[in-house]
């Protein structure tokens, strides 16, 4: 049987020789990874809500002085525009949050097995 140096390296990693370590010791790893995305895009999401917020309540005052939309034409259309892309991104990083969410699961039901075979 050959060297495998994928499986040699991450026992190396994990200061084991025994397989069932070594795939906790992965999936640890990659759980922590997952983690912090998780905590990364929601600071993103937590960014945008309220830039669309914000950006929501200056055009809402805006109009509040008459017909905005006569006065700064550019500017309303500009601030429209830039609010709907910024409600997609947030709606695209609100279902990769789900998605790394789901692997938050996934993770640590394979690190409980590993537990359990332990």
Known sequence: MGVRPNIEQLKELCGSNQLQHCFKYLFVQEWRENEELIRY?????ANLEASIERRAQLMEEGESFGPFH????????????TQQREQRMLAALRGVLEVAREGRIEKEHHVGLMDLKG
């Open 41 to 45: 895009v929601g600071q993103k999401c």
């Open 70 to 81: 006569d006065v700064a034409p550019d500017a309303v259309e500009c601030m429209a525009v």
